[in-house]
């Protein structure tokens, strides 16, 4: 098969699994999970720093060479505290992607849409690369691609559920009413949820809670690695219609007998 | 002077630049952003803005998270 590669701005990628840090036992396994994934952008939080603490192990000195860090806005409630964080995120990074998270609900983690295209707005003028993360709505997701955003992620489920995707039509409603590329952000819960993701016509998928806090991490970020490459493949290929009756694949015709 | 350091109120000596703030608490990572009132401090100008009574900084760097 020919390159396949997709970008996000100016930023061009061949894997279209993206991976978080959050929720792994201990550093060593992430990395080697990191790794296995084939990931080339990994998402990270800005945190205050420990002062009590000095001298603790950089999470950043675990992430396997040459991956982008993708510096997230959550835990974000307002459009405000959203634009701070990814302020101080690119002077972190020096690079100017931004996972735009703004959360509306503690229980559901379910995003604030209106603060959402709010703090897009803003982003973008700034100049960053912005990448909300949204409700499977649309409407939403045309006024984030009006707002500048480089692209869309809607949800599959809520964040850490593993439900999968819950809404499979709006999801493909969105990637029909957006020209930005479509990544499939948050609910997988295990790779044929990912492969459906890409057998949507999802550009990539963005997962943590699926690899990191699967049985063994390592063994599962290969396994959506290749759940990701293979429901790509799937999009490309084309699928059969679905049809309520058989359709015989051997001849019906040089039947002995007859 | 009294400056609110990541929501805590610290006692520091006065006139302290944020190259100042960051050796006083022994922070040699390089990978920290700092914002004082709310706005970015960039690093090119960590030697030259001065701390002043009352103010708010935050002293943040990277986490795990998704």
Known sequence: MAADGWSLGKHAFTSRLLVGTGKYKDFPTMKAALAASGAEVVTVAVRRLDLSKQGDESLLSWIPQGMKLLPNTAACFTADEAIRTARLGRELDMGDLVKLEVIGDKRTLFPDVEELVKAAAVLVKEGFTVLPYTNDDPVTARKLEDAGCAAVMPLGAPIGSGLGLRNPYNLRIIMETVKVPVLVDAGVGTASDAALAMELGAVAVLMNTAIAEAKDPVMMAEAMRDGVAAGRKSFLAGRIPMKLHASASSPMTGLIGT | ?66
């Open chain 2, 1 to 66: 002077m009294q400056v609110k350091l990541n929501g805590e109120i610290r006692e520091l000596p006065d006139g302290l630049t944020v190259t100042g703030l960051l050796a006083h608490l022994g922070i040699k990572a390089p990978r920290v952003a700092i914002e004082v009132n709310e706005a970015v401090v960039t690093k090119d100008r960590y030697e030259s803005h001065k701390l002043s009574t009352g103010d708010s900084v935050e002293i943040v760097a990277f986490v795990g998270g998704g």
